[in-house]
């Protein structure tokens, strides 16, 4: 049974409830798919730390390399206003409502090659005008962020919609090549399977190679 205010949020008109419930969904949906693709930029950063040579930095560059990451993983979804990147800026309803219809839809420019491309060339230009004032090594940053760019990509081909990595040319990839074998975007699959799996990944990569992630804290990383 509803209560009042749930009864006057809705005025009593079926129409209103369903706009009210279909936002929550949207919400909803969004979170878990921005926790998702931010879980999953933030395994493969630490399996290439693991794996790689790398170049001493600062404290203050391994944070905003760290936060680059993040942002590179939701980064993609810019293309639609609902997008989890959007709900975390002041005002981000605003912007992406004025953001959004610049690129095309969802899951076309921004889900491609050229929209790797784009972004990339884009953020190294941007980096360099800023990297005078902010004294981090803005090289690290920029691949920190265009590796959660891609990895937001390829988690992308597991879901039902694919990927258009040929965009213009309006062919989705995914993995399994056939849709009706993936999953459904913030599905039930994603929440219980994927998001499980990348937590279980990370404490295997962590317990494996903890005495690199230790020589990594202790000499890579300088104040």
């Known amino acids: 049974m509803l209560s009042n205010n749930n009864a006057n949020a809705c005025g009593n008109v079926p129409i209103d409830c369903y706009h009210l419930l279909r936002d929550f969904h949207d919400k909803l949906k969004a979170v878990m798919t921005g926790r998702t693709h931010d879980l999953a930029g933030f395994t493969v950063l630490s399996y290439v730390v693991f794996t790689n040579p790398v170049p001493q930095m600062s404290l203050a560059t391994a944070i905003m390399a760290l936060g680059a990451t993040f942002i590179g993983s939701l980064a993609p979804d810019i293309d639609q206003p609902t997008a989890d990147l959007y709900r975390r800026l002041p005002v981000g309803s605003v912007i992406g409502r004025i953001m959004a219809p610049f690129f095309g839809g969802h899951r076309y420019i921004s889900h491609s090659l ?62 399994p090549p056939f849709a009706l074998l993936r999953v459904k975007t913030g599905g039930g699959i994603e929440k219980s399977v994927f998001f499980p799996a990348l937590l279980v990944a990370n404490v295997w990569l962590y317990y494996t190679h903890y005495e690199v992630a230790l020589y990594f804290l202790r000499n890579t990383i300088h104040r």
């Open 114 to 175: 050229l929209g790797i491309i784009i972004f990339g060339v884009g953020l190294r230009y941007l980096l360099s005008m800023v990297s005078s004032i902010v004294l981090v090594d803005m090289v690290i940053v920029w691949g920190a962020f265009m590796i959660g760019f891609t990895t937001h990509l390829v988690a992308d081909m597991f879901t039902k919609e694919g990927v258009a990595w040929l965009f213009p040319v309006p062919i989705h990839f995914g993995i």
